[in-house]
């Protein structure tokens, strides 16, 4: 499977220009860390958890330190899409922001991380 990457976008990209590089580091680690908690896919390099990533997830907005993934409409009608909300969730903390949303296609509004995550 050739990787693909979902577009990145930020606010104020242009005077900010690290924005940008944060998005792309937080992608590198969600792929990192689907490797390691899913299994290799039987048709690919890749691991089955990042084969939904790169399938459904088509762009990472920072939004002033709040991450927002634009997912597919079957992402967000999936159980995946709680493995994927952990997973972004842990690797954009790594840039020392917390805040996550979804923006799923065909919905007017975004979906918060506490509305997407299972209460522990």
Do not use: K
Not at 52 to 61: D, F, G
């Amino acid at each position: 499977m050739e990787p693909n990457e979902p577009v990145f976008t930020a606010y104020d990209a242009e005077d900010e220009p690290w924005r940008i590089a944060r998005l792309i580091r937080t992608d590198g680690r969600v792929r990192e860390l689907m490797r390691v908690a899913t299994p290799e896919a039987s048709d690919s390099a890749s691991s089955v958890g990042e084969q939904v990533w790169s399938s459904h997830v088509s762009r990472l907005h920072d939004e002033r330190g709040v991450l927002q993934a634009s997912i597919s409409a079957a992402l967000g009608s999936s159980a995946w899409l709680s493995v994927i909300a952990l997973v972004l969730s842990r690797a954009w903390n790594g840039e020392d922001e917390g805040e996550v949303e979804f923006l799923v296609e065909g919905e007017p509004l975004p979906w918060p991380l506490a509305a997407v995550l299972p209460q522990l």
